[in-house]
């Protein structure tokens, strides 16, 4: 499908127009009945602009016009759940070329609404064999004209080619999170980003596993002990050309490929969902592919330390005292406390190699942050008031939630080893994305704008693409909004 701008209304088959309530809404609803030859009562009884509701009209002469509602005041994520949802159960219905009318509206929409539309068209059944033919809107073929107001169309195109780029992106990294563990590997996630820093443009290295051991990545090495295959450690480094004084920001990202649990073993009950706990990972990688798409004026270095998290009788046990990347030795209480410990390798070789002015980490990291703020916001924790303002200021903005957790160093007990530097779990029902964030704290090694991101109930989620929870691609909307209104 492909998307072109317009000032006026096209002859496409299917007209869609967003409604949100407002105080003309009656009024506007006048307008389309006159439009469509129906009265305007009639329109007025039906459709009350609710958040998704949506009102198919049926024209003699065989086109259809869809009023969309918005519900009150709709913020970026409504528009774009609402074309997310109606687009992808209407696209068997959906004509070859669609237009949608936004001559209400201003050029902001475009992004939401061009995000939702293409991630409407994602399917989940990437394995399947039986699959039926795409619906014809969503082939090569396929046409969506958006109608603007004649002062916003120059604005719009900038926007569109934005959302184009993140919904690309968007559509590779929900592959990735949606992918099994005998289809996605820690090599996978390396060639993924070899052939994403070939394609546009930014330097990415890979270290193997002899590498991995002669940099002392020890901590990662533990993790991975109990495994078949072997670690990797992406290093991807986008850098716009002739530009200097930029900010150098760096992000870390959990790549773990399937987590067991280790030894502590995790119970079966949905244990095939931790095959997305590579969230972090997935937001570092689409985040640099975006950038470098957009060439945004920022130095970006992103790290992703991968490996599964597996049980057999080479495995880290539970009392094993480690090393890692920086030096401290951690006491491993708990094997399924994976994340923080090859995140503690990420954090420290970002900091020593790199020394970024900001370094923001994303970890699918702990049941707990989810048992603090659900399915609707990832916990932030960070000391720096303006970064975590920032952070919160983009997510608002994005509507990929964010919400500020304490790190007061009161915390610090519940990581007090009493063999080594630290340990890896409080051994605690409470307060575990806090002292995760405690441990983290001690291999950003007093960085001072470092924020941790727990998206452990974000990355991932129940909507109409199945029946299970699956890739959200949270953390690319937000990080790229977080860096395009970087001072
Ligand atoms: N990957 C999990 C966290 C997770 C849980 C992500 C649910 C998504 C959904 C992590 O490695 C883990 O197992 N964390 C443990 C930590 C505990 C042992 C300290 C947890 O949260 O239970
Ligand atoms: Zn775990
Ligand atoms: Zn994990």
Same mark, same amino acid.
């Given at each position: 499908m492909h998307i072109q701008l317009h000032t006026q209304r096209t002859d496409a088959e299917t007209t869609l127009i967003p409604l949100a309530q407002t105080d003309d809404l009656a009024e506007q609803l006048v307008q389309i009945a006159g439009e469509v030859n129906l009265p305007a009562a009639l329109l007025q009884q039906d459709f009350k602009a609710d958040s998704k509701e949506l009102l198919p009209v049926y024209r003699a002469e065989g086109r259809k016009v869809y009023l969309l509602g918005l519900g009150e005041n709709p913020t970026a994520m409504d528009w774009l759940k609402a074309f997310r949802e109606t687009f992808f159960r209407q696209k068997k219905k959906l004509s070859q070329s669609v237009s949608v009318d936004l001559s209400a509206f201003s050029a902001e929409v475009v992004e939401a609404v061009v995000l939702g539309i293409r991630w409407g068209g994602?399917?989940?059944?990437?394995?399947?064999?039986d699959k039926a033919a795409a619906p014809a809107f969503y082939t090569q073929e396929g046409h969506l004209s958006l109608i603007l107001p004649d002062t916003q169309k120059e604005a719009a195109q900038e926007i569109l080619d934005r959302a184009e780029a993140i919904a690309a992106t968007h559509h590779e990294i929900l592959n990735l999170m949606n992918a099994p563990s005998n289809y996605k590997t820690p090599q996978t996630l390396a060639d993924w980003t070899l052939a994403s820093g070939e394609k546009y443009g930014y330097s990415v290295t890979v270290l193997n596993k002899e590498q991995i051991e002669a940099q002392g990545l020890q901590a990662l090495l533990a993790v991975n002990k109990g495994s078949d295959l072997p670690p990797t450690f992406i290093i991807a480094e986008y850098k716009p050309v002739g530009q200097e004084g930029l900010k150098k920001v760096g992000l870390v990202g959990k790549g773990i490929t399937f987590d067991t649990g280790g030894i502590s073993i995790k119970p079966s009950?949905?244990? $095939?969902?931790?095959? /997305?706990?590579m969230g972090g990972a997935a937001a570092v990688l689409g985040t640099l592919e975006v950038a470098a798409k957009l060439a945004l004026p920022v130095h970006l270095i992103g790290i992703v330390p991968s490996t599964e998290n597996m049980v057999d009788g080479s495995a880290t046990k539970p009392g094993d005292v480690i090393g890692s990347y920086i030096g401290k030795t951690i006491e491993i209480?708990?094997?399924?406390?994976e994340g923080r410990v090859i995140l503690a390798d990420g954090l420290g070789y970002m900091v020593r190699n790199f020394q970024p002015d900001v370094l923001i980490d994303l970890a699918t990291l702990t049941g707990n942050s989810i048992a603090a703020l659900g399915y609707h916001a990832a916990a932030l924790l960070s000391q720096n008031d303006a970064l975590s303002n920032a952070l919160i200021a983009a997510a608002d903005r994005t509507g990929e939630r964010l919400w500020r957790l304490p790190l007061w160093d009161v915390y610090k007990e519940d990581i007090k080893s009493d063999v080594a530097?630290?340990?890896?779990? /409080? &051994?605690?029902?409470?307060?575990g994305a806090i002292s995760a964030g405690k441990f983290l704290e001690v291999f950003a090694e &007093? $960085?001072?704008?470092w924020a941790h991101l727990d998206i452990a109930g974000m990355a991932y989620g129940d909507n109409e693409f199945g029946s299970q929870k699956n890739g959200t691609g949270y953390g690319i909307r937000l990080l790229i909004d977080f860096l395009r209104h970087l001072s």
């Open positions: 994602y399917d989940l059944k990437l394995y399947q064999t009950t949905n244990m $095939h969902l931790m095959k /997305s706990d209480i708990d094997t399924d406390a530097d630290v340990k890896n779990y /409080s &051994g605690k029902p409470f307060a &007093g $960085h001072e704008a």
